[in-house]
């Protein structure tokens, strides 16, 4: 017997034929005694059509009010979904994430889950239910409806699975498992059989899709085994866990990710005195904007400085108004904001302790003429930001140079 929570997206959910699809495929691989809970994310494109529609009414839709409006998306999917499990006479009950017990931060669209009371889940586990639960959604301590930011529907289901227990989350997706790069850009890219929950993490959070970045963290802090999977057959996909348990060809290497969602913006002839920085990126932080790369140069005989740093474009708005106010405060210096950027990364934990590992990446960068305008480094990355235009070129000789036939 065996409890599994397994999530499937919008797309494995976007038309009835899908649904049944869906509902066949699980009654298929269920054992009679497993215990199953199901994931949902909205129909197809449901979400992206609600937030065009509240776009049309207001430009300025309260976030409140966005989380209420993007709840719905899930809670249409759950109920057809369990309808179908029920037209094929097998018990199935329907939860939106509130009835699941998904408890989160009141941060609205983009609330963390604090907690999981899963004791009503449990006990339709044990009447013999399969519960279809909705994803990317929660309430908060206020009894207010929250969402978890796009993809969240990933981490319910990790949650879920922590709350009770489960042995495996599955997600369902439309991809066979993870890749050493994106594979709709990298021919060569390969399927990996298993990932730690560190590296999976960095290339998420550096832009691999496969996965809400704080779905990986939910299942490391918890311990939660995910598999991902493809929606479309029964093959295994990518274990994401703690440790490595088979011997896969020793890369230094696991994954080259990109991100397009980048934008930067360039503080130019600031002074050069103790505070500034902190002026600046504490402004943003207030307004929770995520500040990834900074460098910062010196203009040694103008005594002022240059702070280069960038943000996601979905952020960009946010961050320019905060850029414009301390200008209009504090005067003296000038910005630029450039959106035709784009960050590529390498990731892999053998890296620590082997030297030339950034040397190789900007050495495949180079031989492609590809020019770097920034990098940052933790201990198992190395990111360069360059040219959007230049994306598909720069993953493709990264992932040569490391990745060699
Ligand atoms: N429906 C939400 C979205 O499109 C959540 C999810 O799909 O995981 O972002
Ligand atoms: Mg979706």
């Known amino acids: ?38 994931v949902v994310s909205a129909m197809g494109d449901s ?3 609600l937030l065009d529609l509240a776009q049309r009414v207001t430009t300025e839709m309260p976030k409140r009010e966005m989380d ?33 017990g998904i408890r989160t931060s009141d941060f609205h669209t983009k609330a963390t889950i604090t907690n999981v009371f899963a004791e009503r889940v449990i006990r339709e586990l044990a009447n013999g239910k399969i519960v279809i639960v909705a994803g990317f959604q929660g ?12 993809g969240g529907s990933d981490t319910t289901a990790v949650a879920i699975a922590a709350g009770i227990n489960a042995d495996y989350c599955e997600i369902y997706t439309d991809v066979d498992g993870v890749y050493s790069a994106d594979p709709r850009i990298v021919a060569e890219a390969q399927k990996m059989q298993e990932i730690t929950f560190g590296e999976m993490l960095e ?21 939660v085994a995910i598999h991902v999977r493809s929606s479309f057959h029964e093959e295994l996909g990518t274990i994401i866990r703690e440790e490595y348990t088979v011997q896969e060809k020793n890369f230094v290497i696991r994954g080259v990710a990109h991100d397009t ?24 932080a207030n307004a929770n904007v995520d500040v990834d790369m900074i460098i910062q140069s010196v203009r040694d005989i103008e005594g002022s400085i240059d702070i280069l740093f960038t943000v996601t474009k979905t952020d960009l708005v946010e961050a320019t108004s905060i ?48 020019n770097i305008a920034a990098i940052s480094t933790s201990e198992i990355s190395v990111s360069c930001l360059i040219k959007e235009s230049d994306v598909k070129a720069a993953v493709n000789a990264i992932h040569t140079h490391f990745f060699p036939k």
């Open 139 to 150: 309430l908060d301590q206020n009894g207010d409806i929250t969402t978890l930011g796009r």
């Open 261 to 284: 969602n980048v934008a930067k913006i360039a503080v130019k002839g600031v002074p050069d005195q103790p505070g500034i920085a902190y002026k600046l990126f504490s402004a943003l």
């Open 1 to 38: 017997m065996a409890t599994l929570v397994k999530k499937f997206g919008g797309s494995s959910v976007s038309t009835p034929e899908n649904i049944h699809n869906v509902v066949d495929r699980v009654l298929h691989e269920k054992k009679p005694e497993d215990k199953i809970v199901i």
């Open 323 to 370: 850029v414009e106010l301390l200008k209009e405060e504090m005067g003296g210096f000038t910005f630029d904001v450039g959106i035709n950027v784009a960050k590529v990364s390498i990731v892999g934990a053998g890296m620590l302790g082997s030297p030339g590992i950034a040397a190789g990446m900007f050495g495949a960068l180079a031989d492609a003429k590809i």
């Open 68 to 100: 209420v409006l993007l709840a719905t998306g899930e809670q249409v999917s759950i109920a057809l979904v369990a309808a179908a499990f029920c037209s094929k006479g097998h018990p199935a009950v329907s939860l939106t994430g509130f009835q699941a």
């Open 203 to 223: 290339l998420a959070r550096l832009g691999a899709g496969v996965m809400q970045p704080r779905a990986v963290e939910y299942g490391e802090h918890n311990g």
């Open 47 to 49: 979400t992206d059509e």
